[in-house]
Protein backbone atom coordinates (compact mmCIF):
# COMPACT_ATOMS: atom_id res chain seq x y z
CA UNK A 1 0.00 0.00 0.00
CA UNK A 2 0.87 3.69 -0.74
CA UNK A 3 0.90 5.09 2.64
CA UNK A 4 1.56 9.63 3.44
CA UNK A 5 3.12 11.57 5.84
CA UNK A 6 4.04 15.28 5.61
CA UNK A 7 7.66 16.10 6.68
CA UNK A 8 9.98 19.18 7.53
CA UNK A 9 12.04 19.64 3.83
CA UNK A 10 15.09 19.78 5.33
CA UNK A 11 14.89 16.31 7.20
CA UNK A 12 14.55 13.23 5.57
CA UNK A 13 10.81 11.54 6.01
CA UNK A 14 11.66 9.08 8.97
CA UNK A 15 13.38 9.58 11.85
CA UNK A 16 16.32 7.09 12.86
CA UNK A 17 16.40 7.68 16.58
CA UNK A 18 14.24 8.40 19.40
CA UNK A 19 13.01 11.80 19.43
CA UNK A 20 12.17 13.46 22.92
CA UNK A 21 8.75 14.50 22.44
CA UNK A 22 5.60 11.94 23.02
CA UNK A 23 3.30 12.00 20.49
CA UNK A 24 -0.50 9.81 20.69
CA UNK A 25 1.02 6.19 20.34
CA UNK A 26 4.68 6.71 21.97
CA UNK A 27 6.16 8.31 25.19
CA UNK A 28 9.33 10.53 24.78
CA UNK A 29 12.20 8.27 23.79
CA UNK A 30 10.28 5.57 21.56
CA UNK A 31 10.38 5.27 17.95
CA UNK A 32 7.09 5.61 16.14
CA UNK A 33 6.37 6.72 12.65
CA UNK A 34 2.86 8.14 12.15
CA UNK A 35 1.55 7.47 8.25
CA UNK A 36 -2.05 8.62 6.95
CA UNK A 37 -3.88 6.29 4.36
CA UNK A 38 -4.34 9.65 2.01
CA UNK A 39 -2.65 12.62 1.45
CA UNK A 40 -5.64 14.79 3.29
CA UNK A 41 -4.91 12.59 6.38
CA UNK A 42 -1.58 13.30 6.24
CA UNK A 43 -1.94 17.33 5.98
CA UNK A 44 -4.89 16.57 8.41
CA UNK A 45 -2.62 15.87 11.48
CA UNK A 46 -0.07 18.57 10.26
CA UNK A 47 -3.06 21.20 11.19
CA UNK A 48 -4.33 19.50 13.90
CA UNK A 49 -0.78 19.48 15.23
CA UNK A 50 0.25 23.04 14.51
CA UNK A 51 -3.38 23.91 15.91
CA UNK A 52 -4.15 25.55 12.20
CA UNK A 53 -7.72 26.98 11.77
CA UNK A 54 -7.22 30.20 10.02
CA UNK A 55 -7.02 29.89 6.11
CA UNK A 56 -4.65 32.76 5.93
CA UNK A 57 -1.96 30.68 8.33
CA UNK A 58 -2.31 27.50 5.46
CA UNK A 59 -0.26 30.23 3.00
CA UNK A 60 2.86 29.86 4.49
CA UNK A 61 3.30 26.27 5.03
CA UNK A 62 5.83 24.79 3.06
CA UNK A 63 5.80 20.70 3.77
CA UNK A 64 7.46 18.34 2.09
CA UNK A 65 4.78 15.32 1.32
CA UNK A 66 6.09 12.01 0.88
CA UNK A 67 4.33 8.88 -0.75
CA UNK A 68 5.67 5.37 1.04
CA UNK A 69 5.39 1.96 0.73
CA UNK A 70 4.15 -0.08 2.85
CA UNK A 71 4.36 -3.45 2.50
CA UNK A 72 1.06 -4.67 3.97
CA UNK A 73 -0.85 -2.34 6.79
CA UNK A 74 -0.40 -3.77 10.16
CA UNK A 75 -3.04 -5.77 11.61
CA UNK A 76 -3.41 -5.13 15.19
CA UNK A 77 -5.95 -2.38 16.26
CA UNK A 78 -6.16 -0.28 19.44
CA UNK A 79 -8.84 -1.77 21.57
CA UNK A 80 -9.66 1.57 23.03
CA UNK A 81 -13.25 3.27 22.39
CA UNK A 82 -13.26 6.09 19.39
CA UNK A 83 -13.51 8.97 21.70
CA UNK A 84 -10.03 8.31 23.21
CA UNK A 85 -8.55 7.33 19.95
CA UNK A 86 -9.50 10.62 18.65
CA UNK A 87 -9.49 12.58 21.32
CA UNK A 88 -7.67 15.31 22.23
CA UNK A 89 -4.02 15.71 24.12
CA UNK A 90 -5.78 14.33 27.28
CA UNK A 91 -6.43 10.83 25.48
CA UNK A 92 -2.87 10.45 24.72
CA UNK A 93 -2.14 8.12 28.16
CA UNK A 94 -4.40 5.96 26.99
CA UNK A 95 -3.39 5.39 23.38
CA UNK A 96 0.46 5.14 24.50
CA UNK A 97 -0.30 2.36 26.78
CA UNK A 98 -2.67 0.24 24.46
CA UNK A 99 0.83 0.96 21.62
CA UNK A 100 3.07 0.03 24.78
CA UNK A 101 0.66 -2.86 25.34
CA UNK A 102 0.56 -4.06 21.47
CA UNK A 103 4.65 -3.31 20.81
CA UNK A 104 4.97 -6.03 24.12
CA UNK A 105 2.81 -8.28 22.15
CA UNK A 106 5.34 -8.46 19.47
CA UNK A 107 3.63 -6.27 17.18
CA UNK A 108 5.29 -3.98 14.40
CA UNK A 109 2.49 -1.39 14.92
CA UNK A 110 -0.89 -1.00 14.71
CA UNK A 111 -4.06 0.69 12.42
CA UNK A 112 -6.20 3.45 13.86
CA UNK A 113 -8.90 5.77 12.88
CA UNK A 114 -7.79 8.78 12.05
CA UNK A 115 -7.52 11.44 15.07
CA UNK A 116 -7.16 14.59 12.74
CA UNK A 117 -9.46 14.23 10.17
CA UNK A 118 -13.51 14.03 11.09
CA UNK A 119 -15.48 10.71 9.81
CA UNK A 120 -15.84 10.84 6.32
CA UNK A 121 -13.37 13.93 5.64
CA UNK A 122 -11.15 12.33 3.92
CA UNK A 123 -11.78 12.04 -0.27
CA UNK A 124 -10.07 12.37 -3.85
CA UNK A 125 -11.25 13.49 -6.73
CA UNK A 126 -12.84 11.92 -10.14
CA UNK A 127 -13.24 13.51 -13.15
CA UNK A 128 -16.70 13.08 -14.70
CA UNK A 129 -17.72 16.39 -16.32
CA UNK A 130 -15.57 18.49 -14.73
CA UNK A 131 -12.99 17.71 -11.61
CA UNK A 132 -15.58 16.59 -8.70
CA UNK A 133 -15.08 15.07 -4.96
CA UNK A 134 -14.85 11.56 -5.08
CA UNK A 135 -16.79 9.60 -2.19
CA UNK A 136 -16.13 10.64 1.33
CA UNK A 137 -14.39 7.74 3.30
CA UNK A 138 -13.18 7.65 6.87
CA UNK A 139 -9.23 8.37 7.08
CA UNK A 140 -6.94 5.61 8.84
CA UNK A 141 -3.28 6.08 10.26
CA UNK A 142 -1.30 3.48 10.49
CA UNK A 143 1.45 3.46 12.73
CA UNK A 144 5.31 1.18 12.65
CA UNK A 145 7.18 1.05 15.64
CA UNK A 146 11.23 0.97 15.76
CA UNK A 147 13.64 2.03 12.95
CA UNK A 148 12.32 1.29 9.37
CA UNK A 149 14.67 1.29 6.99
CA UNK A 150 13.25 -1.18 4.83
CA UNK A 151 10.53 1.89 4.00
CA UNK A 152 10.77 3.15 0.58
CA UNK A 153 9.56 6.67 0.24
CA UNK A 154 8.89 9.23 -2.93
CA UNK A 155 8.27 13.04 -2.66
CA UNK A 156 5.69 14.10 -3.76
CA UNK A 157 5.55 17.94 -2.63
CA UNK A 158 8.89 19.56 -1.79
CA UNK A 159 7.28 22.28 -0.23
CA UNK A 160 3.58 21.88 -0.24
CA UNK A 161 0.59 23.10 1.58
CA UNK A 162 -3.03 21.82 1.96
CA UNK A 163 -6.02 23.45 0.25
CA UNK A 164 -7.61 25.47 2.55
CA UNK A 165 -10.97 23.99 2.33
CA UNK A 166 -9.33 20.93 4.04
CA UNK A 167 -9.77 23.09 7.50
CA UNK A 168 -14.02 22.27 8.05
CA UNK A 169 -12.48 18.31 7.84
CA UNK A 170 -10.27 18.38 10.50
CA UNK A 171 -11.09 17.22 14.13
CA UNK A 172 -9.02 20.26 15.80
CA UNK A 173 -7.59 20.35 19.57
Not at 52 to 72: F, G, N, S, Y
Not at 147 to 167: F, I, K, M, N, T
Request: proline share 9%.
Amino acid sequence: MIAFRHADPRFPFLRESAGTTEGRWNHAGELAHCFSDTPDGAWAEFLRHEEITDPEDIRHIRRALWAVQIKDPPPASPASADGVLTGGRASWAACQREAARLRGAGEAGLTAPSAALTRGGAHGFRVEGGQRPGPPRDGVTIVLFGSRPDLVGWQAAAAGRPDPDLLGRVRHY
